[in-house]
């Protein structure tokens, strides 16, 4: 089903605009001629990323229309999407990596040899492109080369420009977008904060926690953060911040059968000097951030580090070099990955969202 509204769907069905938008629900993976009639009810908040309207403005302009753009049933070409997907990633190789490099040269000419063999008015020439590709794709890297690991996340603002009770939802269609993923594919993992949203959750969808309860128990869904919300660090006291980790620590320990061992604060704007006694004391070891990297003023100097607090306690802290919570698994991120990592002397491995 390519679903493209205004405003955002509601469970399942995901919609939106910009590099993250979706306009694709898979309603089963092989339909015949005695396919079943199916109902589907569709639920759409209409409001976008920054809110209802222009959140620049005050008042906000109430005028506002949502128009649904499409809504058609297609059988998606799966070799005509794999090819494209391999163009997508040759071609940025090419333009991304160093024009010295012979990988560089490599993938413009793997990219001009599929353009080459691809007629679009023939399918049978997907297969010949997608072989001039695939052999590219297929050489391993250096063993030496800078190692990468990429873990599924959707950041969520537990207060942010939308409706409250739209983080409540979004949560919900987010993770049960996961759980898909994780039936289909096993291998995948996923991750996620805020003891808070999964109180939401169990109330709002008790089922759908109950099979998050279940994929953590596989190792699949991975509950991070060890706090109630990624909260702000600038303005709460000390006794505010232990609280945080206190309740959520508490309820992944009741929930989850353990506490976390990573810090999860990727969007902050601030960090305050008590947090590392804080989260030693609260049971972690272990601290993730990046909104550090979009200082407009000066460049912090470290990706991987010692974090040391006011009384000497201290955590690993590290920081995604390729500077996005968001990626998109474009080659450009990873090799900003490399170019931006600090420390590669002797980390010479990276986290990647």
Not at 192 to 208: H, M, N, R, V
Request: aromatic content about 12%; hydrophobic content about 35%.
């Amino acid at each position: 089903m390519v679903w493209s509204p205004d405003g955002e769907p509601i469970m399942g069905l995901t919609g939106g605009g910009g590099e993250e938008r979706h306009v694709d629900y898979a309603l089963t993976p092989c339909a015949t001629e005695a396919e079943p009639p199916r109902m589907f009810y569709v639920e759409i908040a209409c409001n976008g990323l920054f809110g209802n309207g222009n959140y620049l403005q005050r008042p906000q302009d109430h005028i506002i229309y949502y128009q649904l753009s499409s809504a058609d049933l297609a059988a998606p070409n799966p070799a005509g999407w794999a090819l494209l997907h391999d163009l997508e990633v040759v071609n940025e190789m090419a333009s991304r990596l160093p024009q010295e490099s012979p990988r560089s040269w490599q993938a413009l000419t793997a990219a001009n040899g599929a353009v080459n063999a691809f007629e679009h008015t023939d399918r049978a020439t997907v297969d010949a492109a997608r072989a001039i590709t695939g052999q590219f794709l297929s050489t391993p890297s250096n063993p030496a080369s800078h190692q990468v690991y990429a873990i599924g996340h959707c950041h969520i603002d537990t207060a942010w420009l939308w409706p409250f009770a739209e983080t409540r939802r979004k949560t919900a269609r987010s993770w049960s977008t996961q759980l898909t993923l994780m039936e289909s594919f096993p291998e995948y993992r996923f991750t996620a904060s805020q003891a808070q949203q999964f109180e939401w959750l169990k109330q709002d969808y008790p089922s759908l926690f109950a099979r998050i309860q279940d994929k953590a128990k596989t190792g699949q869904f991975i509950p991070i953060g060890g706090t109630w919300v990624e909260m702000d660090c600038n303005i709460p006291s000390g006794e505010s911040l232990v609280r945080q980790f206190l309740l959520g620590q508490r309820f992944f320990k009741e929930h989850f059968g353990q506490t976390c061992d990573v810090f999860w604060l990727p969007d902050t704007f601030g960090y305050s000097s008590q947090l590392p006694q804080i989260v030693r004391l609260a049971g972690a070891r272990y601290f993730f951030t990046q909104k550090l990297s979009w200082n407009n003023i000066n460049r912090f100097p470290n990706t991987t580090f010692r974090w040391v607090g006011l009384d000497g306690s201290h955590v690993l802290a590290h920081m995604a070099p390729s500077e996005t919570y968001g990626a998109q698994c474009r080659p450009g991120e990873l090799i900003d990955s490399l170019k931006k990592h600090k420390d590669i002397a002797y980390s010479n491995e990276s986290l990647y969202l």
